[in-house]
């Protein structure tokens, strides 16, 4: 990427402090999460809702792949119903939309940015209109990867500069498809069309820069890539969330709107819930709620000790209220824990 030679120059110790300091610096402001209800409540429907917007996201695929229409009147009622989940409690979706098998990475991505920008419009107090079509655009954001082999979408090794023309081709495709829906609005294109640009220009397909660039294609961006880098995939493992948001502090010098960045990192947290952590305690746990009042203190499942090697009956520590502390963030895979069983049911 444009600028990471500058940021090489720098020793990486020094470059990971600083990040670190940005990070502590937007946890002191805080975050208005406000929930309509308990993260317990919501939590069975979200885990429904989430199945079926795979479901979803998949059909859509295969609409495409077998030549039939983008149905809206089939897509509509997920996304109105991810909407009010994620108005009600953001914890119970959010965490489930990261989950992902990497042979299904291409509609369960779909499936998280949506979730994702529903958090992000809503922290950004849009208008719920607005927000449904920033969801709407997430589900379809990447439709025009329908008909590109998996071969390639898939493949470890570098594309070769057809393979990556094709790949780059897919935001072309995506607009052309969602252009045969009708009714669709102008949000949801600007999402579409606009999330591989970047504010320095050195995005795709447009090279557009600044302020050429919608809000919401901004928006659409930064979810897209978070969810990305995040995901496993079938040619690699993707990386701990905290370290992601890490990475979008380092690319807003370059890619992205500095306070945009900011706003998200606020919607889902220093520790976005769903993040496998180990404490001082060093006893080990999923966040499963974040604490609006600090966000270096969310709410913790605890259910395995690091030092012993072993499970422990399960607790739920609220870090605001105990004097343990977030030490740093674990792997699922490395621990040979199953994140599905610890988030709230």
């Given at each position: 990427?444009?600028?990471?030679d500058?940021w090489?120059?720098?020793?990486?110790?020094?470059?990971?402090?600083?990040?670190?300091?940005?990070?502590q610096?937007?946890?002191?402001?805080?975050?208005?999460?406000?929930?309509?209800?308990d993260?317990?409540?919501?939590?069975?429907?979200?885990?429904?809702?989430?199945?079926?917007?795979?479901?979803?996201?998949?059909?859509?695929?295969?609409?495409?792949?077998?030549?039939?229409?983008?149905a809206?009147?089939?897509?509509t009622?997920?996304v109105?119903?991810?909407v009010d989940s994620?108005?009600?409690?953001?914890d119970?979706?959010?965490p489930?939309?990261?989950?992902?098998?990497?042979?299904?990475?291409t509609?369960?991505?779909?499936?998280?940015?949506?979730?994702?920008l529903?958090?992000?419009?809503?922290a950004m107090?849009?208008?719920?209109e607005?927000?449904?079509?920033?969801?709407l655009?997430?589900?379809?954001?990447?439709?025009g990867?329908a008909?590109?082999?998996?071969?390639?979408?898939?493949?470890?090794?570098?594309l070769?500069?057809?393979?990556?023309?094709?790949?780059?081709?897919?935001?072309?495709?995506?607009?052309?498809?969602?252009?045969?829906?009708?009714?669709?609005?102008?949000?949801?294109?600007?999402?579409?069309?606009?999330?591989?640009?970047?504010?320095?220009g050195?995005?795709?397909?447009?090279?557009l820069?600044?302020?050429?660039i919608?809000?919401?294609?901004?928006?659409?961006?930064i979810?897209?890539?978070?969810?990305?880098?995040?995901?496993?995939?079938?040619?690699?493992?993707?990386?701990a969330?905290?370290q992601?948001?890490k990475k979008?502090?380092?690319?807003s010098?370059?890619?992205?709107?500095?306070?945009?960045?900011?706003?998200?990192?606020?919607a889902?947290?220093?520790?976005?819930?769903?993040?496998?952590?180990?404490?001082?305690?060093?006893r080990?746990?999923?966040?499963?709620?974040q604490n609006?009042?600090?966000?270096?203190?969310?709410?913790?499942?605890?259910?395995?000790h690091?030092g012993k090697?072993?499970?422990?009956?399960?607790e739920?520590?609220?870090?605001s209220?105990?004097?343990?502390?977030?030490?740093?963030?674990?792997?699922?895979d490395?621990w040979?824990?199953?994140p599905?069983?610890?988030?709230p049911?």
């Open positions: 990427m444009r600028g990471a500058v090489a120059a720098r020793p990486q110790a020094e470059v990971n402090a600083d990040l670190e300091q940005r990070l610096e937007i946890a002191q402001k805080k975050a208005e999460r406000p929930v309509a209800t993260v317990k409540d919501e939590a069975a429907r979200a885990r429904r809702l989430h199945a079926e917007a795979g479901k979803v996201a998949r059909q859509m695929l295969d609409d495409v792949r077998f030549g039939q229409g983008l809206v009147e089939r897509v009622p997920v109105d119903a991810m994620v108005f009600r409690h953001p119970a979706l959010l489930l939309a990261r989950l992902k098998e990497a042979d299904d990475y509609y369960e991505h779909s499936v998280g940015v949506a979730a994702l529903i958090a992000f419009g809503k107090k849009l208008p719920r607005i927000i449904r079509d920033l969801a655009g997430g589900l379809l954001h990447d439709i990867k008909n590109i082999p998996d071969a390639i979408l898939n493949k470890p090794a570098k070769s500069d057809e393979e990556f023309a094709r790949v780059q081709g897919h935001v072309a495709e995506s607009v052309r498809l969602v252009k045969t829906m009708p009714g669709v609005s102008d949000t949801v294109l600007k999402v579409v069309a606009e999330h591989h640009e970047r504010i320095d050195s995005g795709y397909p447009n090279r820069a600044g302020d050429a919608s809000l919401y294609g901004q928006m659409a961006a979810v897209d890539v978070y969810d990305a880098i995040t995901a496993n995939k079938v040619y690699g493992r993707g990386m969330p905290t992601a948001l979008l502090l380092e690319w010098k370059h890619h992205f709107d500095p306070q945009l960045v900011q706003t998200f990192i606020r889902l947290g220093i520790y976005p819930t769903g993040t496998l952590v180990k404490l001082e305690s060093n080990m746990g999923v966040v499963v709620e609006e009042g600090n966000l270096l203190e969310p709410v913790v499942r605890v259910f395995y690091a090697k072993h499970y422990i009956p399960p739920l520590v609220d870090l209220k105990v004097q343990d502390r977030i030490a740093g963030c674990e792997s699922y490395k040979n824990i199953d599905y069983r610890w988030l049911a």
